[in-house]
């Protein structure tokens, strides 16, 4: 996933000007360095689903925020029409993420009547989502708490579709839908969450 990132002729303000510059220098380091580590992570789970025999040791990978955060920046296959995801692990498994989707993508994937809410609704504006993710017995579920795009709150129904447009695949092409079980990838056996990680089980 990517992301985009925006920052920041007497001497103290030179000064000022090279502390924030080193600075800004050293969090790009350290965000590329949480994009490498969550990157071999990943093959190395993708790596197990393939090699791994039935009956191997479990396995338990964390992941912080920050490292998941910088490796959906440097991800070059986002979906189309989708940038800047970020994600934050909440108390109880509650999960609050954003990011800023193209909604004519949306939109133009298919007719709308005039009833339909994302008929209305164009260009880029940040989806916000809450809601509580479980994962457990080789499955996974997201129950959906709230959503908001460009602000204002939309119904269940806005987020499920946008959900779907961009979770489906050939081998699920409704995608994931909200409050409904689904297989978890690569022999995911357990997903446990708490504040600022998550750690994949096996």
């Known amino acids: 996933m990517l992301v985009a990132l925006c920052a920041l002729a007497v001497p103290p303000l030179f000064a000022s000007g090279v502390v924030r510059g080193v600075a800004s220098g050293l969090a790009q380091d350290a965000s590329r360095a949480a994009a490498e580590r969550a990157d071999k992570k990943m093959q190395a789970i993708m790596t197990r689903a393939v090699a791994a025999p039935a009956k191997a ?22 979906p189309t029409g989708l940038t800047q995801p970020t994600i934050q692990f ?9 990011a800023l989707v193209n ?5 133009l994937s298919e007719k709308r009547g005039w009833l339909d809410p994302l ?12 809601g509580v993710f479980r994962g457990a017995n080789g499955q996974g579920i ?12 939309v119904p269940k129904s806005v987020l499920q579709e946008l959900l779907a447009f961009y979770t489906k ?19 995911i056996r357990e997903v446990e969450l708490r504040r600022g990680m998550a750690t994949v089980i096996q």
Request: net charge negative; proline share 6%; hydrophobic share 35%.
């Open 90 to 98: 909440l108390d109880g498994g509650r999960v609050q993420s954003q």
């Open 103 to 107: 909604l004519d993508t949306v939109r």
């Open 57 to 78: 040791r479990t396995l338990k990978t964390t992941f912080t925020e920050e490292e998941l955060n910088a490796y959906m920046r440097v991800q070059p296959d986002l």
């Open 119 to 130: 008929a209305y609704v164009t260009g880029i504006l940040e989806v916000h989502l809450v």
């Open 169 to 187: 695949t050939p081998e699920a092409p409704k995608g994931i839908l909200l409050d409904t079980l689904f297989e978890l990838p690569a022999g």
């Open 142 to 153: 997201y129950t959906y708490e709230s959503a908001r795009v460009g602000g204002a709150p």
